[in-house]
T-cell receptor, first 111, second 113 residues
């Protein structure tokens, strides 16, 4: 079964700084990759996903993630963060009926 | 549309008590899931269902039972609660597995004393 590793449990950054949240996965077959965001006291919401095609995928609020098959990574980036981006971010890998989530990265944006 | 709703939002149980968590979705999704979220461990799949009348075990099924008698509802039962089951429980639904995203409910915070 696949597994997902999010390399940083907490990432503090200042407002308007760039940020990268790292995600690596292990799987021997083709997978689908997702990033979800969880705001305080809420459920998870889809941020973006990679299914096939272009390895760079973007969300509507400025986040992007790049699928790197050789490094089995799907890192999430944003060139300039806002206070409202403060949340927990989960990387997920889907294979068949099984979706596995990483442990999460708590992004804190400071003024 | 309400999306995915969960009842109750909070619950405190004593060890050995039983309870049922209710999940409802109004998106006509075939697939439904129950997860638990614990600090530093992300979300772990307890049970899931690929359609009305079907259920399957996930990663951490022990101590839980589920039922999917109606397509829109997915129930999670704890027959004899234990402190190790203190967690936040999330229900999710999706059109299918694989390529399609899952839609999550707001969660149920359960404390077992």
């Amino acid at each position: 079964a696949q597994s997902v590793t999010q390399l940083d449990s907490q990432v503090p950054v200042f407002e308007e700084a760039p940020v990268e949240l790292r995600c690596n996965y292990s799987s021997s077959v083709s997978v689908y990759l997702f990033w979800y965001v969880q705001y305080p006291n809420q459920g998870l919401q889809l941020l973006l996903k990679y299914l096939s095609g272009s390895t760079l995928v973007e969300s509507i609020n400025g986040f992007e993630a790049e699928f790197n098959k050789s490094q089995t990574s799907f890192h999430l980036r944003k060139p300039s963060v806002h206070i409202s981006d403060t949340a927990e971010y989960f990387c997920a890998v889907s294979e068949g009926n099984d979706m596995r989530f990483g442990a999460g990265t708590r992004l804190t944006v400071k003024p | 549309n309400a999306g995915v709703t969960q009842t109750p939002k909070f619950r405190v149980l004593k060890t050995g008590q039983s309870m049922t968590l209710l999940c409802a979705q109004d998106m006509n999704h075939e697939y439904m899931y129950w997860y638990r979220q614990d600090p530093g461990m992300g979300l772990r799949l307890i049970h899931y269902s690929v359609g009305e009348g079907t259920t399957a075990k996930g990663e951490v099924p022990d101590g839980y039972n589920v039922s999917r008698l109606k397509k829109q509802n997915f129930l999670l039962g704890l027959e004899s609660a234990a402190p190790s089951q203190t967690s936040v429980y999330f229900c999710a639904s999706g059109r299918t597995s694989g390529v399609h995203e899952q839609f999550f409910g707001p969660g149920t915070r359960l404390t077992v004393l």
